[in-house]
């Protein structure tokens, strides 16, 4: 039940934070305004994919080595 809860707050609380730093880190590691649309674009598909295959690959990892 607290692993639940902790979930739970981190992802409540991230929705806040995550936009701030990503607009902040961004524009310094893409040096061309015309590629930041671009970047950003690619930044979401990235965390999107992190989301759904960092969930599945703990259960993945423990079914394989058992």
Do not use: Y
């Amino acid at each position: 039940m607290g692993i639940l809860l902790v979930s739970f707050l981190i992802s409540c609380t991230s929705q806040f934070f995550l936009p701030r730093r990503e607009t902040r880190v961004l524009p310094l590691l893409v040096t061309k305004s015309s590629d930041l649309l671009a970047a950003n674009g690619l930044m979401q598909i990235l965390q999107t994919a992190g989301l759904i295959i960092g969930q599945h690959w703990p259960g993945f990892a423990i079914g394989l080595l058992g």
